[in-house]
């Protein structure tokens, strides 16, 4: 079984439409949970960084996690054609390495 | 401020070569990391640097890898001798103690 679990996608929305993304995990000793995205043949860019269970909200992105269900979730309000990458969930225990869910690829429309 | 940089872009090799890739984390940075994605499967953790010190190598594959950091600068990844399932995008990530880890390009290698 693998420490992340993420849907591949891809995912097709319309422009102006909310974008939900999740993940799930394994290992409860993951404290610190992320979202990258990643444009084609870039590096991952971060986009939210979260500890604690409940939401944290920076402009369209609002990240949501709940340890009770080792669940993790993205949401992209209005989302724009520029919202078009690949999205991938992260987590650590504390111990600096990053353990990735294999990303979400996410087309918006216009 | 320069990012991370990472060379080459791209390296395609035959099996048994051997290959060496280069990361330049953003200056400063003492904390610098690599990463390899397999076709299809996740990113994954590959080792830490603190300074010039290994400090956590245990996702390195086997003992064909070799990563070292001298000075504390910049790093090198060398292959030797590359197998068909070597092939993939190598990342490196940079940050100061505790922080946000700052990903460059990375570097697709093509074993064949």
């Known amino acids: 079984q693998k420490e992340v679990e993420q849907d591949p996608g891809p995912l097709s929305v319309p422009e102006g439409a909310i974008v939900s993304l999740n993940c799930t995990y394994s290992?409860?000793?993951?404290?610190?949970f992320m979202w990258y995205r990643q444009y084609s043949r870039k590096g991952p860019e971060l986009l939210m960084y979260?500890?604690?269970?409940g939401n944290k909200e920076d402009g369209r992105f609002t990240a949501q996690v709940d340890k009770s269900s080792k669940y993790i979730s993205l949401f992209i309000r209005d989302s724009q054609p520029s919202d078009s990458a690949t999205y991938l969930c992260?987590?650590?225990?504390?111990?600096?390495?990053?353990?990735f869910g294999t990303g979400t690829r996410l087309t918006v429309i216009p | 401020e320069a990012g991370v940089t990472q060379f080459p872009s791209h390296s395609v090799i035959e099996k048994g070569q051997t290959v060496t890739l280069r990361c330049d984390p953003i200056?400063?940075?003492?904390?610098l990391y690599w990463y390899r994605r397999v076709m299809g499967k996740e990113i994954k953790f590959l080792l830490h640097?603190?300074?010039?010190?290994?400090?956590?190598e245990s996702g390195m594959p086997n003992n064909r890898f070799l990563a070292e950091r001298t000075g504390g600068t910049y790093s090198t990844l060398k292959v030797q001798p590359a197998e068909l399932e070597d092939s993939g995008v190598y990342f490196c990530?940079?940050?100061?103690?505790?922080?946000?880890?700052?990903f460059g390009p990375g570097t697709r290698l093509t074993v064949l």
């Open positions: 990530a940079s940050s100061q103690e505790g922080n946000e880890q700052f």
């Open positions: 290992n409860s000793a993951f404290q610190y």
């Open positions: 979260t500890y604690s269970s």
């Open positions: 992260a987590m650590e225990t504390g111990a600096n390495n990053l353990f």
């Open positions: 200056s400063g940075h003492d904390n």
């Open positions: 640097f603190v300074k010039e010190s290994k400090q956590d």
